[in-house]
């Protein structure tokens, strides 16, 4: 989006922050100038309106561009002289020469003293806009402030999360793609080559078909480990097409065959589950005490954060333990479609 000014504000934000001023003025006034409004219709009340919200919506961009360019600040004040000077007859012809003709008359005739009183008015008009657009400015600079820590604490979660990706997990997988082979084949290769290229991009979404294609192309490689694959002719074709984090099914495929017993009686269980709308991947595996009590957890901790923003797309995911004995996977998808 194009930037308008050297704070990083976007030509949509200057345009909601004038209308707010501008809903803030008619409010003021209304308030202020109760008998104006109360005796005209609100069509007359915009009129009596107008010179104010004009003279405002002059200063506000003259306020921004000065902002945008990056002049002195000080060179606020010419342009607010001339207004001062220049506004006093525009507003003396509107309100005095103009609305009259068309019998809008909100003063008695022009009289002496009534320069005074006009220009105090001007200078007064003058004085609010400058502290609206002061008060405006510093609030917006705090949300700025906010919205640039918060994406600052994003880009530290990302790059926490991409300690997931790190060395010790593709190392992990390499051993358990290759173990028990003699050489290393092309669908290896093909399967790293896919691997390395989603950890090169942080926070990369993939489809589930792809995902899930890679997983059992790692699961038919690690042949020290038994999988049990069930209910995947259940699964919905809209499903497919789902995005999920890259590399996610894996790491619970990495976790679970690190630390379940390696025996061939105890298989890794990947099982799908259809219930109505919804669609279940459960992921099961005997624990190892001896390797279990090795693991930090952390691993699964970064993919659960990688699954948060999608729960806002009818996504969850949830560990559990199963009689002390079973870790469980559960990802649940919701056919968003189906709720509308």
Same mark, same amino acid.
């Given at each position: 989006m194009k930037v308008f000014s050297f704070q990083s504000v976007s030509f949509g934000n200057l345009y909601v922050r004038w209308l707010t001023g501008i809903f803030i003025w008619l409010l003021v006034l209304g308030l202020f100038d109760l008998d104006v409004l109360s005796q005209h219709p609100v069509s007359i009340f915009f *009129? /009596?309106?107008t010179p104010y919200l004009f003279y405002y919506t002059v200063c506000f961009l003259v306020f921004h561009n000065i902002w945008r360019h990056g002049y002195k600040k000080w060179l606020l004040l010419l342009p607010c002289a001339l207004?001062?000077?220049?506004?006093?007859?525009?507003?003396?012809? /509107?309100?005095?020469?103009?609305? &009259?003709?068309?019998?809008?008359?909100?003063?008695f005739p022009w009289k002496e003293g009534d320069e005074v009183k006009l220009t105090r008015k001007i200078v007064?008009?003058?004085?609010?806009?400058?502290?609206?657009?002061?008060?405006?400015?510093?609030?917006?600079?705090?949300?700025?402030?906010?919205?640039?820590?918060?994406? !600052?604490h994003r880009r530290?979660?990302?790059?926490?999360?991409?300690?997931? +990706?790190?060395?010790?997990? *593709?190392?992990? *997988?390499f051993d358990m793609a290759t173990q028990g082979k003699i050489a290393v084949d092309l669908s290896v290769l093909d399967f790293f080559q896919y691997?390395?290229?989603?950890?090169?991009?942080?926070?990369?979404?993939?489809? +589930?078909?792809?995902?899930?294609?890679? !997983?059992?192309?790692?699961?038919?490689?690690?042949?020290?480990?038994?999988f049990v694959i069930k209910g995947t002719e259940q699964v919905p074709d809209w499903l497919w097409n789902r995005s999920v984090p890259a590399l996610t099914l894996m790491t619970w495929i990495e976790n679970a065959a690190e630390y379940s017993p390696a025996r061939q009686s105890e298989p890794i269980l990947l099982e799908w589950c259809v219930c109505g709308d919804e669609v279940l991947l459960r992921i099961v595996n005997r624990m190892d005490s001896?390797?279990?009590?090795?693991?930090?957890?952390?691993?699964?901790? +970064?993919?659960?954060? +990688?699954?948060? &923003?999608?729960?806002?797309?009818?996504?969850? *995911?949830? /560990?559990?333990?199963v009689d002390g004995t079973y870790f469980v996977v559960e990802l649940k998808f919701e056919n968003s479609y189906a709720k509308v």
């Amino acid at each position: 989006m194009k930037v308008f000014s050297f704070q990083s504000v976007s030509f949509g934000n200057l345009y909601v922050r004038w209308l707010t001023g501008i809903f803030i003025w008619l409010l003021v006034l209304g308030l202020f100038d109760l008998d104006v409004l109360s005796q005209h219709p609100v069509s007359i009340f915009f *009129l /009596y309106a107008t010179p104010y919200l004009f003279y405002y919506t002059v200063c506000f961009l003259v306020f921004h561009n000065i902002w945008r360019h990056g002049y002195k600040k000080w060179l606020l004040l010419l342009p607010c002289a001339l207004l001062l000077l220049g506004v006093y007859d525009i507003v003396k012809s /509107y309100l005095y020469v103009l609305l &009259p003709r068309y019998d809008v008359v909100f003063f008695f005739p022009w009289k002496e003293g009534d320069e005074v009183k006009l220009t105090r008015k001007i200078v007064r008009g003058l004085f609010m806009v400058t502290i609206y657009l002061s008060v405006d400015n510093l609030i917006w600079r705090i949300k700025r402030e906010k919205a640039e820590i918060q994406r !600052l604490h994003r880009r530290l979660d990302d790059v926490s999360n991409s300690q997931l +990706l790190s060395g010790h997990f *593709l190392r992990r *997988l390499f051993d358990m793609a290759t173990q028990g082979k003699i050489a290393v084949d092309l669908s290896v290769l093909d399967f790293f080559q896919y691997v390395i290229n989603k950890m090169a991009q942080r926070n990369t979404m993939v489809s +589930l078909e792809e995902e899930w294609r890679y !997983l059992r192309q790692l699961v038919s490689m690690s042949v020290h480990r038994s999988f049990v694959i069930k209910g995947t002719e259940q699964v919905p074709d809209w499903l497919w097409n789902r995005s999920v984090p890259a590399l996610t099914l894996m790491t619970w495929i990495e976790n679970a065959a690190e630390y379940s017993p390696a025996r061939q009686s105890e298989p890794i269980l990947l099982e799908w589950c259809v219930c109505g709308d919804e669609v279940l991947l459960r992921i099961v595996n005997r624990m190892d005490s001896m390797g279990s009590s090795s693991g930090t957890g952390r691993g699964l901790e +970064l993919v659960n954060r +990688l699954y948060q &923003p999608l729960r806002q797309r009818h996504c969850s *995911l949830h /560990y559990r333990i199963v009689d002390g004995t079973y870790f469980v996977v559960e990802l649940k998808f919701e056919n968003s479609y189906a709720k509308v």
